[in-house]
């Protein structure tokens, strides 16, 4: 032999390890680095958003069945298309389109993606075409022309829904 000292055994897996010393000084360095970016981008300055306007939806929260209608988009609309705005907590908020509370409260309200203010059947198609597994139904109806009359029964529900609710909460008269 020529004296070289044989080299010492290694673990199969040694080459994978890395020391914890080194690993936390990693790990730091990568936290700093992403800190760092964030903080970048929160003060570059104002950006174009890519996202497209996001439709918004004034609702009356205080009507059990309304309520349980937003709380099902909430569930459906993961992406967040859709802003919802519960008119009964918060009424000053329609004045935003141009709409006063009582005409609110009556009948759904939708400012669309395009920033055009939809009332009824309308209104919800405007709802559905942001929503998964909703957006052939809207496309559906428009298709077949049937939001005029299908906004004639919602006109009439909704006459009943707001008398039932106005009566429930004591602000109509009987006569």
């Not at 298309?81 to 409260?105: C, F, Q, T």
Request: overall charge positive; proline content about 6%.
């Amino acid at each position: 032999m020529t004296g070289e000292t044989p080299p010492e055994p290694r673990d199969s897996h040694s080459h994978d390890v890395m020391s914890i010393p080194r690993m936390k000084q990693t790990m730091t360095t990568k936290r700093n680095v992403n800190d760092s970016l964030q903080t970048l981008a929160e003060h570059d300055g104002p950006r174009e958003s890519a996202k497209p306007a996001r439709a918004t939806m004034f609702y009356d929260g205080g009507c059990p069945l309304c309520s349980r209608e937003v709380a099902h988009y909430q569930r459906l609309d993961k992406n967040r298309r859709i802003e919802l705005i519960d008119i009964h907590a918060h009424p000053h908020l329609v004045d935003s389109i141009g709409v006063n509370h009582e005409e609110a409260m009556a009948r759904l309200h939708v400012r669309d993606e395009t920033g055009q203010v939809q009332t009824g059947v309308w209104a919800f198609a405007a709802i559905w075409d942001a929503l998964p597994y909703y957006r052939w139904l809207a496309r559906t109806l428009r298709a077949l022309r049937l939001l005029p009359a299908l906004d004639l029964a919602y006109t009439w529900f909704a006459r009943w829904r707001f008398k039932r609710r106005a009566c429930a909460t004591g602000s109509c008269t009987r006569a």
